[in-house]
């Protein structure tokens, strides 16, 4: 008889293993957890800024919003503003929210293509309310506000609120490091870790959160890696947090430079900034001098020199481990699906958990999925640095020719002849395919024929009217800081 699942060692804290720890002894009351961790080991120090899909883990742990901000000491995202990418003086706001109005048959791109062509539109963001609240640095939460919205937040202080939250649902917490992962000799499953301390913890599933180690998932179990660096060649980066300076805007700004990007994101008490870059194009030295230039504010923290290998793990559960996190692989934080992929591995678990460790269906399904959501964050980042007019530095003349994965080759291709676009089920990015292709420069040749059966004079006053529905209901919103300062203070 297969044995049942009763106990559950997560190794590694952090963000993902506190994330996992709080949504798991939330949901499975009998379960027996346990968090192996030990405070002498550093975090990453990115993944400070995340996408709409955190509200909705949130809600599931019963969070209140307002303590959630003011522990981590965020603030509210509406989007991300991309400079340089297109060319270096060009810049665009990729928002969180719909853009003007879809028809059942054709979407609004399709419209606004014919309208840019007659001289009737205005550029494609203007009718997006993310967009136009971001670029004129107002906020609201309310059913009137109309906003969708993510966070930036102090990933550390929210792993520590998670843990309060986990450990008074009966995680254990052992502090100490791992210093042998044993395995049973027919199976090769895990049965236990031993601690630096002498001591051992056991359990029938493990979760392995030991970031860039990946110590249960590759270091022990030899899991193999996919390599996707032919199509991110950016492998370091620099983590670097300084003062807040003035009022912090209500978006992500990702700012182009020569041989890569670099990040900035308004907390209350700090801006975490970052550096992401191709060794082959630029130097370590050069990267930290560029990224000390750029930053505002005094510094707070020491550089966190970074490397990594974009890719993921061939298999993000294998045996009776899953991978969650670093662990689990790595996608560049250009489009904050860092702690989306996270609490998507965690939502998959609750909903496959195994009666038994021997739960083949189970895992098959898992890994399915998991490598279907990696792969379709993959096309959408890959997307931002093929589709670039730059040709000022060898790292964006490569980016330029690189080659892409199929599936990206297809979409950009279809939507360039035809206007076409086409979702697979359950696919994060929606409207935000649109902004990102149109905001750098992708333009259908054409447009949906159904588009022709609207009168010019209706399709001068469609856009007129959307245009000026966004506007107006921007107007009436407060400004990001003041309304960040009225929600706290209440």
């Known amino acids: 008889m297969s044995q049942r699942v009763e106990s559950l060692t997560i190794v590694g804290g952090g963000t993902a293993g506190w994330m996992a720890a709080a949504a798991l002894s939330k949901v499975f009351k009998r379960l027996k957890i346990t968090l192996v961790e030990s405070d002498s080991i550093g975090t990453v120090g990115v993944g400070e800024a995340t996408i709409p899909t955190l509200q909705f883990f949130n809600q599931l742990l019963g969070i209140n919003e307002r303590d959630f901000i003011r522990e981590t000491q965020a603030t509210f995202k509406l989007g991300i503003q991309f400079e340089g990418w297109r060319s270096p003086e060009h810049k665009y706001i990729h928002g969180f929210g719909e853009t003007g109005k879809n028809y059942w048959a054709a979407g609004f791109h399709n419209f606004w293509r014919r309208g840019d062509e007659l001289g009737l539109a205005e550029s494609f963001g203007r009718y997006c309310r993310e967009v136009q609240a971001a670029q ?150 050069e990267a930290l001098n560029l990224l000390n230039h750029s930053v505002q504010g005094g510094l707070t923290s020491e550089p966190n020199k970074i490397r990594f290998v974009t890719g993921k793990r061939k298999l993000q559960w294998n045996k009776n481990c899953i991978a969650l996190g670093l662990a689990g692989g790595f996608l560049e934080p250009l489009e904050s699906t860092s702690i989306h992929l996270i609490q998507q591995n965690i939502l998959k678990l609750i909903k496959l958990f195994p009666d038994s460790i021997d739960c083949a269906l189970d895992r098959d399904e898992f890994n399915r999925r998991a490598d279907s959501e990696y792969r379709q964050v993959l096309d959408f980042i890959v997307l931002h640095y093929r589709l670039t007019e730059r040709s000022d530095s060898p790292f964006w003349q490569h980016c330029r020719t690189m080659s892409v994965p199929d599936s990206l080759a297809h979409r950009m291709e279809q939507f360039q002849q035809t206007g076409r676009f086409f979702l697979e089920d359950g696919e994060l990015f929606v409207d935000s395919w649109f902004q990102v292709m149109i905001g750098q420069g992708l333009i259908p040749k054409t447009y949906h024929a159904v588009v022709d059966e609207m009168p010019e004079s209706e399709l001068a006053a469609l856009l007129k009217q959307l245009s000026q529905g966004v506007q107006s209901h921007i107007a009436k919103l407060p400004s990001h800081a003041e309304f960040l300062k009225r929600y706290l203070s209440a």
């Open 136 to 285: 004129a640095d107002r906020f609201a939460i309310g059913p009137d506000s109309g906003l969708n919205y993510a966070y930036h937040l102090d990933a550390t202080r929210y792993g520590q609120y998670l843990r309060k939250m986990a450990e008074r649902n009966g995680t254990i917490r052992e502090e100490g490091k791992v210093t042998r992962v044993n395995q049973c000799k027919d199976s090769g499953n895990i049965l236990s870790v031993t601690l630096d301390n002498g001591k051992s913890v056991d359990g029938d599933l493990f979760i392995d959160c030991t970031g860039f180690a990946a110590l249960l998932i590759e270091q022990t179990l030899q899991t193999g890696y996919e390599d996707w660096s032919h199509w991110l060649p950016c492998d370091r980066a620099i983590a670097l947090q300084t003062e807040l300076t003035g009022d912090p805007k209500p978006y992500t700004r990702a700012v182009a430079h020569k041989a890569g990007w670099r990040w900035e994101i308004p907390l209350q008490h700090r801006r975490g900034n970052g550096i992401v870059y191709s060794s082959d194009y630029l130097p370590d030295d």
